[in-house]
Structures are given as structure tokens and as C-alpha cells.
């Protein structure tokens, strides 16, 4: 089955810099993945998943939450099977833990976590 793993996670402080990046592997039927949208979301502690930014298959068009726009890029390598998210300017707001996800198929990765503190 489809499997997402997520690193790039970890402490930095305001106005920092981090890169997420989802490794997907497992895909079948003959779909890979360059066949699916992605998806980035978070969840803060007390809150709920929020969608954070999304990239098309093929012609790789971008949506962004209002929260990270200008902040964060989402960017795809097919040919990795990879999707990033390079966060700049980084606040303390945007401490979560941070989730992959493959639409289609609906599946999420397990996470890694972004804290933003001095």
C-alpha cells in the first residue's frame, strides 16, 4: 500500500527556515506518483488538521492556506516520488506537527514535527 514519510522536522527559531520533505513509495495498479495531487497539512497541539499548502500532478499549480502565503513554497520532484515544502520566516504560530498527504488514495504520512520558539 501507499506509505508517506515525512522528515525535515524540528526546533528553530523565529524567522528560521525549514524543509520538509514526503518520500511516497507503495503505489500500484499502474499509478505512480506523478498520477496524484499532494497536500501538506498541520495540526497544532488543541487543534485541528489544517490544510497548509497543495500541488498538482502534471502541471504542478499551487494552493496556499492564507496563514503561509509568501512564507512557504510546496514544490515536487516525480522522478523522487517526493514533495517539499520549504518554510521561510517562520513563526512561533506555526508550531504543529506536520503531515503529508496524497489525494486520491487519501492517505497521510505519520508526521514530523515543527516547533518555532527562541
Known amino acids: 500500500q501507499i506509505q508517506l514519510v515525512e522528515s525535515g522536522g524540528g526546533l528553530v527559531q523565529p524567522g528560521g527556515s525549514l524543509r520538509l520533505s514526503c518520500v511516497a513509495s507503495?503505489?500500484?495498479?499502474?499509478?505512480?506518483?506523478?498520477?496524484?495531487?499532494m497536500s501538506w497539512y498541520r495540526q497544532a497541539p488543541g487543534k485541528e488538521r489544517e490544510f497548509v499548502a497543495s500541488?498538482?500532478?502534471?502541471?504542478?499549480?499551487?494552493e496556499y492556506a492564507d496563514s503561509v502565503k509568501g512564507r512557504f513554497t510546496i514544490s515536487r520532484d516525480n522522478w523522487k516520488s517526493t514533495v517539499y515544502l520549504q518554510m521561510d520566516d517562520l513563526k512561533p504560530e506555526d508550531t504543529a506537527v506536520y503531515y503529508c498527504?496524497?489525494?486520491?488514495?487519501?492517505?497521510w504520512g505519520q508526521g514530523t514535527q515543527v516547533t518555532v520558539s527562541s
Open positions: 498527504y496524497v489525494q486520491g488514495p487519501a492517505v
Open positions: 507503495g503505489f500500484t495498479a499502474g499509478y505512480t506518483f506523478m498520477h496524484y495531487d
Open positions: 500541488i498538482t500532478n502534471v502541471y504542478l499549480s499551487t
